[in-house]
């Protein structure tokens, strides 16, 4: 039995499936079904968890070499939730494109982590390194 870490088993299964430069998305609660692509559901209630408690807990879990998100999301929020972000992301390469080009980018992951998240475009694709 796990004490530590992940104790999801489906995350535990997807992140061990992921190499050098496959992607993770990270999602909230509104974000795109693909069926092609195996999707984790955590979203509990509004908020629970936020995308940044997905990232947070997994981080120890996951080579991290780059961000992706939607520039819709620094225009769309407050600047003390771009600065959450900001702060949690800090030593990551991280990149911003229309959300148009971002999700087209979604179908090319080897999974997808659903939130509860309401904060607008606060999804992301992580690259492993």
Known sequence: MLRSGILNPQINSLLSRIRHTNTLVIADRGFLYWPTIETVDLSLVDDIPR?????????FNFVLGRITMAEEF??????????????????????????IEFKKRVPL???LIRTGD???????????S
Do not use: C, W
């Open 74 to 99: 620094r225009m769309h929020n407050v600047p003390a939730v771009v600065d959450d972000f900001a702060q949690t992301m800090a030593d990551v390469e991280t990149h911003f494109e229309p959300h």
């Open 109 to 111: 992951a080897i999974g």
């Open 51 to 59: 995308v940044l408690d997905v990232l947070r807990a997994i981080r």
């Open 118 to 128: 309401t904060i607008s475009y606060a999804n992301m694709i992580l690259e492993s």
